[in-house]
């Protein structure tokens, strides 16, 4: 059984920083790509950001410039660095995962880590 373990979240000041960590156990090989969702009370889950395997990281326009996703090299490990957080970023975290068996893709989650951000 794949799990997804995130840790570092909390509460945290405008214009401050956090180090979301997240890593798989279970058996299921390396990941195709890892990264961040987040869901902010009464809205949808949206993309943070997300790193392929072999890849330049993606990001959504609401993190470019102060947040880094990195994954460590051949492991199921990920980070997400987010500097100069804004109030707006306020969510439940949720680290994923996506596993790929042609034809199939398999997604994983974590099971969410809490980011108030007080103005």
């Known amino acids: 059984q794949v799990q997804l373990v995130e840790s570092g979240g909390g509460s945290v000041q405008a214009g401050g920083s956090l180090r979301l960590s997240c890593t798989a156990s279970?058996?299921?090989?390396?990941?195709?790509?890892m990264g961040w969702y987040r869901q902010a009370p009464g809205e949808q889950r949206e993309l943070v950001a997300r790193i392929f395997a072999g890849d330049s990281p993606n990001y959504a326009d609401s993190g470019k410039g102060r947040f880094t996703v990195t994954r460590v090299n051949g492991q199921n490990t990920v980070y997400m660095q987010m500097n100069r957080l804004k109030p707006e970023a306020t969510a439940v975290y949720y680290c994923?995962?996506?596993?790929?068996?042609?034809?199939?893709?398999?997604?994983?989650w974590g099971q969410g880590t809490q980011v108030p951000v007080s103005s």
């Open positions: 279970g058996s299921v090989g390396l990941f195709a790509a």
């Open positions: 994923n995962a996506v596993a790929l068996r042609p034809p199939e893709t398999f997604d994983y």
